[in-house]
């Protein structure tokens, strides 16, 4: 495995790897690297003959500069975890790299994706996913990937992803992973090692709440603005600070109505402390 620190010698690989007409599969991560990961780089093997994965800390998705500094931060072991999974380039830039004229410049505002950016994810954390956006654009050109995973964990992002790449005509497949979870059902996050040992027990909350959610709407009870405030009430009386719960249809995150029967999701966001979680699930 090739440990690549810089935009200049990944850029130089990336052309010995065209010139023999390999294809190549792109994972892009924050690092921590966990089985959620993992299972995006099995499904970038499967998909491609090379497979970059890319660790970046990306300070403009960050809102609270506390949060930015307080990220896990493991990259031998990421190093290891990669080695072991056969992928063949680690991208490991630095903050200069990839923002050469400082982290603020250069941010990439796309106007047709403002309403799915302000919603949910969006409305608690301002300006998130055009930092998102910036640093998968800046990675796509950089790579140059014929596919890039992402997970459904984020799914939110992986619709802006997906949007993204359609209104700017990239020649890059995107293709989902399933959320990976822990074997109470919490959903594996980078975040999860900084919860301390009574909130990870509390944690598993979240999924339960909306996974019960998900029961009673398959059940055949429609209200989902009931549904949603009991969650949220379940959720503050076990200690979360909620910030959201909601049923929205999949495809374009928008108010799921009773009568439209397009597929749904529930998305929910809670801190629990000074961890923040979130969590989906489709019907
Ligand atoms: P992050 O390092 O948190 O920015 O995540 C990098 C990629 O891994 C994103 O596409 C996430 O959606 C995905 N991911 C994170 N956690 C999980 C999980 N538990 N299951 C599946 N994918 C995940």
New binding site residues.
Partial sequence: MLVIKTSLELIKSIDAIKEQKQTIAF??????L?K??L??VSLAHQRASIVIVSVFVNPLQFNQAEDLRKYPRTLENDIELCKKQNVDILFTPSVEDIYPDGEQKGRIEIPELATLSTILEGAFRPKHFSGVITVVKKFFDLVRPDVA??????FQ??LIIQKMVMLLNLPIRIIS?????ESDGL????RNSKLLPNERRLAVKLFDVVNSIREQIMSGNNNFTELSKVGLLTLSQSGFKPDYIAVRNSDDLRAALVENTTKRVILAAASLGNTRLIDNLRI
């Fill in positions: 994972v892009a991560t924050m690092g921590n966990h959620g990961h299972n995006l995973v992402f997970g459904e964990k984020d992002q992986l992973s399933p959320t990976i979870r959903a594996m996050s980078s």
